[in-house]
Every structure is written in C-alpha cells, then in structure tokens.
C-alpha cells in the first residue's frame, strides 16, 4: 500500500493526478460495453496489490432491478479495497428478469456473455478507471451467480475470480432452481466453456458463498459449486472452518482449499439475498449477514494469483525547469530494484523525444532533453524497475520561446449521441495558449459543464422533450476567449401507454405478454421503435425485454420522427485561426520540415502563409473542400 498512498499523495499535492471526475461517487444508467444500463461506482483509492484498481462486476438476481444494489454497500467495499463497481441491468432477460444462464449459446461471442466481456474490456481500456487487467472479476446472485460462473468459466483468461452466491451450478436447468437439486459436474462443464482458454484456470480463483436461512434456491448447490470448482484447479479442501465476523454480530462460516484459490462461504441469517452487511437494503439485498462485496474484495487481494505483488517504483519530489532551448528533469525514484527513469518531450504535432537515465544511489536522478526549437512541450516521467513495473507517471507542460498569440479554443470532431431522452455530446477541444477554462453544453434544459479527458470531453443531458434539440457547444479559456457550435438533433420519446393500450395500438402482441406483464404489471411504460433489418423494425422497451412483433417501420419510427436529423449544412463556412488549428480540424494538412512545416488547405490544396502559428482564413461550400479566404459576400 505504501507504494500507492505515497505516489498519489505526490500527485495530489501538484494537481496532476489523472483520476476521473466522477471518484468517489455512483455514476447511474451508463451505456458501456453493450449493456444499455449499467451503474458505476469509481472510488478515491486505488488496489493494495498489482498496478492501479480491481474491477468487480456484480450480476442481479431474478426480479431484481440493479438500482437495489446502490444502497447494497458496494461502495464500502469499492472504497475499502480499491475496485470499480460495475452493475449491469441484462439485456437478454429470460422469465422474471433473470439472466438466461440455463438458455441460448455458451461462447464468446453469445448474448450476454459477449456483452459482460466487452464491459470489462471497455472499462479497462478507459485509463480514467485505472484498471489492473490482473484484478477484474466477477460476482452474482441466483440466476447473477450462477451467470457469473459460466462468464467466468468461458472467459478464465479476462477474470481473475469469480464470486457466486446462491447460485445454482453451472448447466443446470430453470427447474433446478426452484426444485429438488440437480446434479452437475461443475469441473468438465467449466473445462468445456473455456475451450482454448482452459489454461487460465491455473490462476483463477473462486468464492462460493448461500445464505443458511435460503429456502428458494437448493442449499445443495454450495457445495456442488465448490467442490467442483476445486476439482478443476485440482487443490484440496483445507481442515476446519473460519468465523468470519465483522463485529456487530453479522458473521459467516468459512472453509478454504489450498492456496487459498477456492472458498466456501455460509451466511448467517440470510435468506435468498445479497449479503449486504450493516444497513444495506433494498430488493433482495439482506442487512443481516456480512457485507459480501467486503469480502470478496478481501478475498480477491489476499489470493489473486495474478498480480505480481513486487511493488513499482516511486516518484517524488520532481522539478521541471528550463534554460535557453533545454528542458531540465530532476527529483527522486526508489524502488529495491535496479530503476531507469525515463522522461519524454512531446511537441504541439505529437512528435516526441524520450531521454533516460539512472538513479544514484540515494535515488536522486537528473536529466536534461536535447536543444529543442520554441514549441509547447508535454513532458511525462516514469520510473521502470528491472522487473518492468512502472511507477504512477508524472506530468507537466513547458512553453519554450514566447508565447503564441491570443487564441480563442478551438472545437472539432462534435457529435451527439441518443439514447432515450438522453443526448450525450462529445468532441475534441484544442487550446493553443493552455489556458482552456471550460467546455459548457446548454440544452433546452439547462447547461452542463462537460468532463474533461485530455482534449476529450462529453456532456450528457436527460429529460429532453420529444423532437428537434439543440445543443449549444461553448469552449471559453482563462482569457474571455471563446469558440462555439450549435448542434442540432432529435430525441425520439417514444409511445408512453399501459400494456393494454400498447397492445390495441398494435405496439405489442399478446407473444410476449409474460415478460411485459412481469415487468410492468398496469403501469404506463414507454415502448421506442428499433430498426431490426431492412425496412422492418419493432416496438420495444430501453432494456429490450418487452418487445412486439416485427413490421414494417412506421414512417418516423417515434412519436416525433424519430432518430437524429442531421443539421442543414450551410451555404458556406468559414474559420479565422492559427494553421495548426485548421490542421487539428481537418481543413488544413502539413508537410516538410517537421519543426516549421508548410500547410495547405485541404481539398484545394493552396498554401497557407506562415507556419505553425500562422493566422489563414479557409472557407467551404462542399463537404471536404476548402479554400483560402472568406465566404462571399
């Protein structure tokens, strides 16, 4: 832990840590990874073990709507041990909202399971999340549980671990759920899932944990699941039990097997729940045993048999100076390994010149980067140590030579993306003078500063009204400068009717009337029509699990026209602003020298005056083509 809390502390203190906007808290109804639903929790503190944080996913039960799990004490444990919490609602539901771990394909590439790995995938590949891929795993309860083990035994390469409770094994069927125990060798079932991926199982780990008061799923399946999970990575079960207890009466019993790579959990006084610990509630959530998610994260940290637990090197104390057309890096690496540390100079085009050096023996280092021409320089310093643990990077930015001239900040590549009566609008801003105050989006509705990552940002808004919107896109620096684009979409609203109404309107048929009974009983709920193939679409619900037949699509496909329209383009554009800009935006490209390149105006090829820096005026009448000068008059 020291390695973490002391690397942070530095980067706190200078205002550089690169955690997301959103630490510490819930980030509701996310679209990622497939899933159109799916709730985040990103905590303040980061893994004690491996390189960054774990992630846990957590698959509700039957019944069970996944906003039960935000008052389930997830975030204790996400703060406790350093994970991401990712909680998706399942988009290919069977009966009663389950996920269908008894029904369809086991692979890959199949419903779900498809969905769950691209949500890990996704969110590791988001350095905002700061994912250890050593440390993502996977939990469940009931029909959840027993999703997570055959995700986990499809995908042993992606999951480190996987926590099932109240679970029925593997393979077995819907009437296993509720009825005498099935039978089912969890071993060769698992082996069979993962394929070519089976070699995994050599580092995976596995909690199995049912309530002892649970009378609606069979106790049975504990240690069926178990056992067969310790068949499989072949370790043997360890003598005796462990009371897990966590001081306010809340226990469990425990039995572990070698190495500690497969436990067996009883939860005391809990029913057919998730085990929430002191005061969690909701659905399905139980307030009286342990908090599993705790101890999962416990569990996971104390066993992982993935990460190297050799800790990366620090860095402390670095200074940044420069002197005529040479940058200086000095400060401090440790690490009870051998240490390079390498710093990196990039310029404004992204070219980069990276120098290295070696610690002293107190773990003082100096380095200087060779004579660069007047640019902005983004500067990142790492320490590797022989074993090719990195340490958390430092970060700085250095204006060579005199400043560029006053510049408003630029926006490209702006797109808004729907979903429901959300609109979610991205896009690149570039400052030139790195003083960016801000990026506003105003809706109908009201005006959202828009989160920053690098030069991304995105803003989301929700509630907007049926039909064409408007967004208004601002970027504004320190000086009063400021650029802005209007957007224009539309939000289809869909048709808000009761069962019965969608029914008569011809929405629904009775096909599908189970499902869409179950879920929404009398009350109203809002059905969007969803293009299927060709000309044919059908009417269906945000999770897709109540939907109607197949038809021809209806002239708009909403209530109001349906999906975006496109913005008219205008007669004719034009932009006043450095070259390096208009190149950033695609209406202007570079060639020869690199430090003082020529540019060109895209499409009709003119050249600009001045180099990087250069002040042109390019405007257009056609898509792709621009052209030195102002529009007509």
């Known amino acids: 832990m020291k390695k973490y809390s002391f690397a942070m502390a530095a980067l706190v203190a200078l205002g550089l840590t690169a955690l997301p906007a959103f630490a510490g808290s819930w980030q509701q109804n996310q679209a990622v990874g497939g899933f159109n639903k799916v709730h985040l929790y990103t905590p303040d503190s980061v893994s004690s073990i491996g390189q960054g944080r774990g992630l846990l996913v957590v698959l509700h039960g039957c019944t069970q709507s996944v906003d039960a799990y935000l008052t389930a004490n997830l975030a204790q444990a996400a703060e406790q041990y350093g994970l991401v919490i990712a909680v998706p ?14 029904q369809g394909t086991r692979n890959r590439s199949s419903g779900d399971y498809k969905n769950l790995i691209n949500l890990a995938t996704a969110l590791m590949a988001n350095p905002g999340y700061q994912i250890d891929p050593n440390q993502v795993y996977i939990a469940g309860l009931s029909s959840g549980a027993s999703f997570a083990h055959t995700t986990a035994c499809i995908a042993p390469d992606i999951f480190a671990g996987v926590g099932v409770s109240a679970g029925p094994s593997i393979g077995t069927s ?19 899932y993962a394929g070519s991926y089976s070699s995994h199982f050599s580092s995976q780990i596995a909690s199995i944990a049912h309530g002892r008061n649970d009378t609606t799923v069979n106790l049975c399946y504990n240690e069926q699941n178990a056992n067969g999970m310790a068949d499989l990575y072949n370790v ?10 966590n001081g306010s009466g809340r226990t469990a019993d425990e039995s572990l097997w070698q190495n500690g790579r497969v436990s067996m959990l009883w939860l005391n006084n809990v029913d057919h729940a998730w085990s929430g ?50 940058i200086s890096v000095s400060g401090k690496a440790t690490d009870a390994d051998p240490i390079s540390v390498n710093a990196s100079f990039t310029n404004s085009i992204n070219q980069t010149v990276s ?58 590549e702006l797109a808004v993306v729907m979903d429901g009566q959300c ?22 509705t009201g005006t959202v500063v828009a989160t920053l990552n690098g030069d991304l940002f995105s803003a989301q808004r929700c509630g907007l009204a049926g039909g064409s919107n408007t967004a208004l896109v601002t970027a504004l620096d320190a000086e009063g400068l400021f650029s802005s684009e209007l957007l224009n979409f539309s939000i289809d609203a869909g048709q808000n009717a009761t069962l019965d109404q969608h029914i008569a309107a011809g929405r629904l048929d009775y096909t599908n009337y189970a499902n869409c009974y179950l879920e929404y009983s009398t009350a109203s ?63 202007a490209y570079s060639s020869g020298n690199i430090y003082t390149p020529n540019y060109f105006a895209t499409g009709s090829n003119t050249a600009l005056a001045g180099s990087t820096w250069g002040v042109s005026v390019l405007s257009s009448s056609s898509s792709g083509y621009w052209q030195l000068g102002a529009c007509p008059q």
């Open 89 to 102: 609602d399942a988009m290919n539901k069977a009966g009663f909202g389950c996920w269908s771990y008894w």
């Open 174 to 192: 819907s009437n296993g759920a509720l009825g005498p125990c099935e039978t089912a060798d969890v071993a060769t079932r698992c082996n069979q």
């Open 236 to 245: 043997s079960r360890l003598a005796g039990e462990n009371l897990i207890s």
């Open 277 to 326: 610990g002191q005061g969690a509630s909701g659905s399905y959530i139980n307030g009286n045993g342990i908090n599993y998610a705790s101890y999962l994260g416990q569990y996971f940290s104390d066993n992982n048999q993935r990460v190297n637990r050799n800790s990366a090197p620090e860095l402390s104390t670095i200074s940044v100076t420069q002197n005529n057309s040479v």
């Open 355 to 412: 120098v290295s050096a070696a610690p002293n023996t107190t773990g003082n280092f100096s380095l200087n980067s060779p004579v660069l021409v007047n640019d902005w320089y983004q500067i990142t310093v790492t320490a590797t140590d022989s074993e090719g643990l990195v340490s958390d990077p430092y970060s700085s930015s250095v204006l060579l030579g005199p400043p560029p001239p006053a510049t408003a900040p630029e926006l490209s």
């Open 423 to 444: 609109a979610t609008v991205t896009g690149r801003v570039f400052d030139l003078n790195r003083d960016l105050a801000s990026v506003s989006v105003e809706f109908s």
């Open 525 to 587: 709920f809002i059905l969007r029509e969803q293009l299927v193939t060709g000309n044919q679409c059908r009417w269906q619900d945000n999770d897709a699990s109540c939907f109607g037949p197949t038809l021809s699509c209806s002239a708009g496909g909403g209530d109001d026209g349906g999906g975006p329209t496109p913005p008219s383009p205008a007669d004719c554009v034009q932009f006043s602003t450095n070259n390096y800009s208009h190149k950033l935006a695609g209406r």
